[in-house]
Antibody, heavy 121, light 108 residues
Framework: QVQVVESGGGVVQPGTSLRLSCAASGFVFSRYGMHWVRQAPGKGLEWAASVSLDGSNKYYAKSVEGRFTISRDNSNNLLYLDMNSLRAEDTAVYFC??????????????WGRGTLVTVSS | EIVMTQSPATLSVSPGERATLSCRASQSVSSNLAWYQQKPGQAPRLLIYAASTRATDIPARFSGSGSGTDFTLTISSLQSEDFAVYYCQQYNDWPPLTFGGGTKVAIK
């Protein structure tokens, strides 16, 4: 069945970097757009970044633009989020999510369980 | 940026009763709206897309309606497993893709 599993979260200091990974299985990864969506503790959902099928188009929320980079490795069914200059307000559970549209960002039809990133000194 | 506003923030309902959740967009999103359910400690689950189309394996007691700026998610007869937080999300105008703040459906 469709499965996405995030990894790479942890506790980091402000100003440092972290890379999140998402391993996909059960579907043809290269045929789907992919996203990162985050949720701060006790808060709602916030879309963070999207990448197109082949990785050529990338979109970011203003809150992360210039600091985060989304990328994908279609040969190994992996999605990444490189996070630089981390701030306390980046503390959240980060979900990897699949988009059913091959054309442009739509919605999220499969989600991972998330990985927690805590930015604290 | 399109702002999505959900109401009420908390809805207290007895099992077996109907629940009606609202979502309003700051400008028209046509029918490009999705609904999600999230239980504590779990990932969100897609319920509805295109404003009114149920996702795979979603029970018929969940229904969505609306277009333009005003949308409704109705749960016809609440089951114990339906007590959760529900989010709407627009995908008409992006970036960014935007979510509402959520409605918590609690046991009355």
């Amino acid at each position: 069945q469709v499965q996405v599993v995030e990894s790479g979260g942890g506790v980091v200091q402000p100003g440092t970097s972290l890379r999140l990974s998402c391993a996909a299985s059960g579907f043809v990864f290269s045929r789907y757009g992919m996203h990162w969506v985050r949720q701060a503790p006790g808060k709602g959902l916030e879309w963070a970044a999207s990448v197109s099928l082949d990785g050529s188009n990338k979109y970011y929320a203003k809150s992360v633009e210039g600091r985060f980079t989304i990328s994908r490795d279609n040969s190994n069914n992996l999605l990444y989020l490189d996070m630089n200059s981390l701030r306390a307000e980046d503390t959240a559970v980060y979900f990897c999510a699949r988009d059913p549209s091959p054309i442009r960002p739509y919605y999220f039809d499969s989600w991972g369980r998330g990985t927690l990133v805590t930015v604290s000194s | 940026e399109i702002v999505m506003t959900q109401s009420p923030a908390t809805l207290s309902v007895s099992p077996g009763e109907r629940a009606t959740l609202s979502c309003r967009a700051s400008q028209s999103v046509s029918s490009n709206l999705a609904w999600y359910q999230q239980k504590p400690g779990q990932a969100p689950r897609l319920l509805i897309y295109a404003a009114s189309t149920r996702a795979t394996d979603i029970p018929a007691r969940f229904s969505g309606s609306g277009s333009g700026t005003d949308f409704t998610l109705t749960i016809s007869s609440l089951q114990s497993e339906d007590f959760a937080v529900y989010y709407c999300q627009q995908y008409n105008d992006w970036p960014p893709l935007t979510f509402g703040g959520g409605t918590k459906v609690a046991i009355k």
